[in-house]
């Protein structure tokens, strides 16, 4: 019987070195990541064409988007639990497979209805975020964990697979039939998205070992939801919601904003919002490998500084002030106007900020909860995703209500700023607590204050 438990996994303890086999864990676990982000914001592309074939409003649309997100969202804790107690590798074939059937009934829909539903099951694709998290927090040592983390959160990046495929497809492939009576146009994306999520849970299958590392497997659950408890797991649950549920979020609703606002077709919507997307997935490594160096506080400054000032002057509406004279006549002054290049210079350096500030997040919970990185950091996953979910109806009803598109950065904005404040009002308290007898120093030259 031992020897039986053996050849199905290990169990290992919270600090640990890198196993043998970690690389091909990360390989296929990212790869795996990748195409089930894909699927899980496909809508954020295929959104346009639903809305003319189903004739929906904007609101109804940002909520096929919204419900994905949050089925996407809504398992993360148990699954990242789940993988700490049987090994990440059977949890990704389930979840790869699992998401395989809705992604392929997506093509027959023929209501808003059947598209509500099977856009949240399709949404649990999202869910493997956590399952990766933990799995490779299992397999690599403290002083590779920054990295490994960020490499796998790289797979963000999927967002901008549909970005890619998705407009030739749509473009190449409307009206057309197929065998087995499949439709082209954006019916055909989901059917290619099926059966790629099938070949990849054979892969992973047969690629990763088959002994896999189980750091929960014998602690009870009770145990692991014991760090929830803990503030610092909900404060960092907030600034994810900050760095990956706004990334969700402008994911899919920037390229209905290009085409709204800069009059511009779908192809060139899809590669402008794929400017944003890169860099908010492809620099997560760059952020887990900074963080490993100077530490992850340092680079949370660093990001919600750049959103604050990204953010804060994309929220300003285009405009100018009038000013009316006692002669009765009016003149205009200071006019502002927010171009297309603009725009997506500053998208793009809000991207970068969230994709550093991503791995900076996720370095806190090996660091503060080495033994429970599946919960607390499902949790945080859970919650970031949650902000995926709110945020698209939000910025539906703020432009209904205000009538400006921008704001949408304004919704942003906030939730940044109490981030910053909450993170800043931490670490101000926590140096008072340290070091109480520099509390009343403003000047402090005479007193030494490194440390």
């Not at 196993?19 to 089930?36: E, H, P, W, Y």
């Not at 002994?211 to 649950?237: C, H, I, N, Y």
């Not at 599946?374 to 995926?388: H, K, N, P, Q, Y």
């Not at 910053?420 to 607590?433: K, P, Q, R, Y």
Request: hydrophobic share 50%; proline share 5%; charged share 10%.
């Amino acid at each position: 019987m031992q020897h039986l438990g053996a050849l199905a996994g290990e169990t290992v303890a919270p600090v640990h070195d890198t196993g043998r086999g970690a690389t091909r864990v990360l390989v296929m676990s990212t790869a795996a990541f990748t195409a089930m982000f894909a699927v899980w914001l496909m809508f954020g592309i295929l959104g346009p064409s639903i809305q003319k074939e189903f004739g929906l409003t904007d609101v109804e649309l940002s909520w096929i988007t919204a419900v994905a997100v949050l089925n996407g969202s809504m398992w993360r804790l148990p699954a990242g639990m789940l993988t700490d107690r049987i090994g990440g590798r059977k949890v990704t074939v389930f979840m790869l497979a699992a998401t395989a059937i809705p992604a392929y009934f997506v093509s027959t829909a023929s209501s808003y209805g059947m598209l509500l539903v099977l856009a949240f099951l399709v949404g649990f694709a999202g869910n493997l975020f956590s399952v990766g998290i933990a799995w490779n927090a299992a397999w690599y040592g403290r002083e590779r964990q920054g990295f490994a983390l960020g490499v796998f959160g790289a797979g963000n990046v999927g967002a901008s697979v549909t970005k890619f495929i998705g407009p030739p497809i749509i473009l190449g492939t409307a009206g057309s039939s197929f065998a087995f009576g499949l439709q082209g146009g954006w019916r055909l994306v989901p059917v290619i998205y099926s059966v790629l999520l099938v070949v990849l849970a054979v892969l992973t299958y047969i690629v990763v070992p088959r002994r896999d590392r189980m750091p929960g497997a014998t602690k009870p659950v009770r145990e692991m939801l014991t760090p929830l408890k803990q503030v610092r797991v909900w404060r960092f649950s907030l600034y994810y919601v900050a760095v990956f549920g706004a990334y969700v979020a402008l994911s899919a609703w920037l390229p209905k904003y290009y085409i709204d606002n800069f009059g511009v077709e779908i192809w060139p919507a899809a590669l402008l919002t794929a400017t944003f997307i890169f860099p908010a997935s492809l620099l997560r490594p760059l952020g887990g490998w900074v963080s490993d160096r100077v530490g992850a506080r340092r680079v949370m400054y660093w990001t919600f500084g750049v959103m604050l000032v990204t953010t804060g002057i994309l929220m300003m509406p285009n405009g100018h002030i009038v000013v009316s004279h006692p002669d009765g006549s009016q003149t205009t002054h200071l006019g502002y106007q927010i171009g297309l290049p603009t725009f997506a210079i500053l998208v793009f350096f809000l991207g970068v900020a969230m994709g550093i500030g991503k791995a900076a997040v996720y370095k806190h919970i090996p660091e503060y909860f080495p033994d429970n990185v599946g919960s607390v950091g499902g949790l945080v996953g859970m919650l970031g995703g949650l902000g995926g979910f709110f945020l698209p109806p939000m910025f539906a009803y703020t432009k209904a209500w205000t009538g400006f598109p921008s704001s949408t950065f304004a919704c942003l904005f906030i939730v940044t700023a109490i981030c910053a404040v909450w993170m800043h009002w931490t670490v101000v308290h926590m140096l008072h607590s340290g070091s109480p007898e520099l509390a009343d120093h403003f000047d402090t030259e005479h007193v030494s204050t490194r440390g």
